[in-house]
């Protein structure tokens, strides 16, 4: 057998137990043995239950004595663990009918988490790792026990931790000595260890330093994989040509600079030469402009589209929702037109005959710029001369959607933006086939909002002063992380709030509810009538996160603020403040929160700098929930962390763009690692931001 046998024929497996384990991705002996486990338990790392000392985070192991349900002020779960020196008590406040069946006495738990005192020691809202009696025997005689991920399915094929660990052990005895495909200079180099033993180590470690160096050596692999990739789909990209030729900015562009009722910043104005240089170009620009939330963006954005109407060509401009395209087109139709530039809006919720109408205007070239969403990808748009592709918040569509809206053009300029600046590892990652743009300065007036986080205890306080701002015209903002009450979920909803706050609350004042599921042109009525005061407080689900200009509102309350990303929560944040007055923010948290939340509210109340807050959001979420990378068709990151491996990135980097340099000369060790990527990696397509 060799690492591509199929794992139903290893000892114990069979045609059945492969077929779960297909599920989490294991089909041959090779996914085996990188199915890593998830985190390790050591002996000496153990706390008896008897020192634990209040305020500590600690991990303990003990059995289940008892367990049950209290009753009092809040409802919870209570389950009794103990060890050999004592006993603490576990609370779990959510979810606690579904974590009643889990519990069974006799069951052996590893326990982590900060111990608080309530009357007796206990541990609120534990990580709880169940334990099989083959391990509790294993931790006893101080060995590092791994731990793998686990399912459903699994466990009810019997495929426990113990099974996991038979199957690796068989593996490593049958496969024998594993050959590494990295030559010796780059092994010297790079300081890590062997494939065959970081492969032998990462699943039986005598120390924990071992797990860790061989886990580095496994994600540098995927990292070498990834650079590979991206420098060869940006040198692929940079050997195509447009058909499309600029001159140099004339009237047109001029006249719109001068029509803008403010100058440019620092940033906005670098930021505009680097994309009109990308444009006169004779290689199609894939450019990323990023800054933080009211940066200045768009402007940038527009002043491109302008200078591509002036040299006959199209642009379409796509935003992630409809609520943002319909912004972009009112509040620049008028500044266009005036420049003698039509533009149309191409949205899911227009009429047959508007849509018929939108349609002829791109395809005639009457329309220069379209503002929409996903329909602007609709086989029926047809443009005369697409020759610019400006894509709004990229991360929120998917690679398929980009590359069908830049196919409707011959090899069309591609200027992608968020809002959620990328830090510096996803940028060589994520990002690594673009040139990018920061727009890091703001433009001249506007505060940094102030934040604060409150206890949702304290929610008379907090509509006691909301009442006060009020009265001084102010107008808020309350969002919620739910359209509706969930069974699953104990938190406040967006509908049942409005009516409770429009009925009980804030009587006296105009109430209105936007959210997702609504139509478009209920949306639409409820951000106009906010935005021209007609109303005074508008609750909102996380659909106005992205983009929504109120200059005239300056208050947002975040309920449930422990259950948002932190990226998130700062885009929230944005929408407050951007009219020159002070923005204030009230994150309203619902206790316990995790340890995580704790430090996420800690970070947003500290910083109000997006590219801090990306870094840290980055930090403690990891890649994957940073942005959903699937969404980008990158290969799928298993094992290396970005947060954490920025050395390996740019070490794998640097080995590859050397590599692929044209001017470099290759030596053998170069050849064989080329050639090793280039045939392992031959069936995969380039790496592509765009589709």
Not at 50 to 61: E, F, P, W, Y
Not at 287 to 316: F, H, I, M
Not at 439 to 456: D, F, H, L, N, Q
């Amino acid at each position: 057998m060799n690492l591509n046998s199929e794992v139903q024929y290893l000892k114990g497996v069979g045609p059945r137990r492969a077929a779960i384990l297909a599920g989490v991705g294991i089909k041959c002996l090779r996914d085996l043995l990188y199915f890593l486990p998830r985190r390790y338990i050591d002996r000496s790392m153990i706390v008896p239950i008897d020192s634990l000392k209040a305020n500590m985070t600690a991990t303990v192991i003990g059995k289940v004595m008892g367990s049950g349900i209290l009753m009092g002020r809040r409802k919870r779960l209570e389950v009794v663990l103990g060890d050999d020196s004592g006993y603490i008590s576990l609370i779990w406040f959510a979810g606690y009918k579904y974590l009643e069946k889990m519990f069974k006495k006799g069951d052996v738990l590893s326990v982590t988490g900060q111990v608080t005192y309530f009357q007796q020691r206990q541990i609120v809202h534990p990580e709880v790792e169940r334990i099989e009696d083959e391990a509790a025997e294993l931790i006893h005689t101080g060995r590092i026990v791994p731990v793998y991920p686990s399912t459903a399915a699994l466990k009810k094929a019997g495929i426990t931790g113990r099974a996991m660990r038979q199957m690796v052990s068989r593996t490593l005895e049958m496969i024998g000595d594993i050959s590494d495909y990295l030559p010796e200079k780059y092994h010297q180099s790079s300081g890590l260890p062997r494939l065959g033993d970081s492969l032998r180590l990462v699943h039986y470690p005598e120390k924990m330093e071992d797990a860790e160096n061989s886990r580095r050596r496994l994600a540098y692999d995927e990292l070498l994989d990834l650079q590979y990739l991206i420098l060869k789909s940006r040198k692929e990209k940079n050997q195509v040509s447009k058909s499309h030729n600029y001159d140099e900015p004339r009237k047109m562009v001029k006249g719109f600079y001068r029509a803008l009722p403010f100058k440019l910043t620092s940033d906005q104005s670098k930021s505009t030469e680097r994309i009109f240089a990308d444009l006169r170009s004779d290689r199609p620009m894939h450019r990323l402009l990023q800054g933080d939330v009211g940066c200045g963006k768009t402007v940038v954005a527009l002043l491109a589209s302008v200078y591509a109407a002036e040299n006959d060509l199209q642009t379409a401009f796509m935003a992630p929702t409809e609520l943002l395209a319909e912004q972009h087109y009112q509040n620049w139709r008028k500044p266009l037109e005036d420049i003698g530039l039509n533009c149309s809006l191409m949205i899911g919720a227009m009429t047959a005959a508007e849509r018929r109408e939108a349609n002829e205007a791109v395809a005639s070239g009457q329309s220069r710029i379209v503002f929409g969403t996903h329909a602007v990808i609709s086989e029926s748009v047809q443009f005369q001369n697409l020759g610019l592709v400006i894509i709004d918040e990229q991360h929120r569509f998917g690679v398929m959607q980009r590359g069908k809206l830049i196919g409707k053009g011959q090899h069309p300029d591609t200027l992608v933006m968020t809002a959620t600046p990328i830090p510096r590892t996803l940028a060589l990652t994520l990002y690594g086939d673009l040139d990018i743009s920061s727009i890091k300065t703001m433009p001249p007036g506007r505060k940094p909002t102030k934040t604060v986080w409150r206890s949702a205890s304290t929610r008379p306080e907090i509509y006691k002063y909301l009442r006060t701002r009020l009265a001084e015209q102010e107008q808020i903002f309350f969002i919620y992380p739910l359209v509706e009450k969930s069974e699953k979920l104990d938190l406040q909803a967006a509908e049942d709030e409005y009516k409770r706050l429009k009925s009980e609350i804030f009587t006296e004042y105009r109430v209105g509810l936007v959210h997702g599921r609504m139509k478009s042109a209920q949306r639409e009525k409820a951000i106009t009538a906010f935005r021209n005061k007609r109303l005074d407080i508008l609750v909102s689900t996380t659909v106005i996160e992205v983009g929504i200009d109120i200059p005239s509102a300056n208050i947002m309350v975040i309920e449930h603020a422990e259950r948002f990303g932190l990226s998130q929560l700062h885009q929230l944040r944005g929408r407050v403040g951007r009219g020159g007055q002070q923005g204030t923010a009230i994150a309203v948290a619902t206790s316990p929160i995790s340890d995580l939340a704790r430090r996420r509210l800690e970070m947003f109340v500290s910083s109000t700098d997006g590219f801090e807050i990306a870094e840290a959001d980055l930090e403690l979420r990891g890649p994957g929930e940073f942005f959903g990378t699937r969404q980008h068709g990158l290969p799928e990151l298993t094992i290396a962390n970005l947060a954490r491996d920025t050395e390996l990135l740019t070490m794998a980097r640097d080995i590859i763009i050397k590599l692929l340099a044209v001017d470099h000369v290759l030596d053998a060790d170069d050849r064989i690692l080329l050639e090793y990527l280039q045939k392992k990696l031959a069936g995969r397509k380039s790496l592509t931001r765009f589709g």
